[in-house]
């Protein structure tokens, strides 16, 4: 094994899924993974505070959502701003990976400790999302409102994509499902009704 | 002080939140919230698992939305149930508490436990709408969906009825935001541009 190790995070994180799915989250200890990983708990702790953190990216969220949205021109309105940084992330991060997404999400709902971290993970997701609205000239109350949309479009959407049998490109369930909600919204409702 | 305490409850939370306010979370014990109220700590366990659990009301969360939803028409279409809903929580649980909840919000932001257990209770109140809205025949991304964005409207609305100084009624911020939504979701995007 080379000192330099440029797909280690990755390995790590395949090995972790593996093993947590094999024995359970709780019984599964961070030499076993790094066993697996054919890397060291030096390498491990370089990537992740603790065992629950490989299941969470290991990285900070804070600039997750300022990347996906650092091709969108400067004038672009709030709606394909959102929309653009939710396929943007799912064809970066998610598309190609569904099988090991579908068993670290079967992972996250058996341990209340992972189903906790999860709702933090998307609660620092909605903040972030709401920042880069604010910094885009978004007001706050749009801000806000259209961060926690972008959460919402974004996990059923997951969820569909992760549930289907079917070749759906997540960006396309995106789009649709953003279609959906603007029609649940404006076809019904005591001022349209 | 009588055996039978109707409003038992009220008085703990109030007595809590008091104590919260003036000595911190974690400094204050049930002992000194119950001396306060003038009740038992019997009387204390009898409503809240712990002192934690004052901040959350102690009662199931997935009995309310149906609660706030009992008088609408069975015919009501999904945007019409939520706003109802919404607005009978607002005007029930909320009105006429702005300074009280004001100091929670403040003991809730003050402790990462707190904070945690904050997100746990909107995830409830989340998949509580989202059954709610299922059982009156919703499809799954619609209630899914539409649940959401009940939080998130009221969320938004709650945080600005906290903030502001004037007297303008929750329930009426809360149509208010509900139309800031639909507005910015349908007069701007790809589709629309």
Redesign the interface.
């Known amino acids: 094994v080379s000192r330099w190790q440029p797909d280690a995070r990755e390995r790590l994180e395949r090995a972790a899924i593996e093993l947590f799915t094999e024995k359970g989250f709780a019984a599964t200890t961070v030499p076993e993974i790094t066993a697996r990983a054919g890397l060291t708990t030096r390498t491990f702790f370089r990537h992740f505070a603790d065992k629950r953190e490989v299941l969470f990216g290991g990285e900070a969220i804070s600039g997750l959502a300022d990347r996906f949205l650092a091709d969108v021109p400067a004038d672009a ?4 701003l959102i ?1 653009t940084g939710l396929t943007t992330a799912a064809e970066t991060r998610f598309e190609g990976r569904r099988a090991e997404l579908r068993q670290r999400w079967a992972i996250v709902r058996s341990d209340d400790s992972l189903r ?1 971290r999860e ?2 993970k998307w ?1 620092a997701v909605r903040e972030a999302t709401r920042h880069a609205l604010l910094s885009r000239g978004a007001t706050a ?2 801000a ?3 961060a ?2 972008s ?3 974004f ?2 959407s997951l ?2 994509w992760l549930d289907q049998d079917g070749e759906r490109p997540l960006a396309e369930l995106i789009t649709g ?1 953003f ?4 029609t ?3 076809t ?4 349209r ?1």
Chains 1, 2 share one sequence.
């Open positions: 309105d709030p709606v394909t929309i906790e709702l933090r609660d109350t749009t806000a409102l259209l926690d949309t959460v919402s479009v996990q059923v969820e569909q499902t279609q959906s909600l603007r649940a919204l404006t019904s409702g005591p001022e009704g």
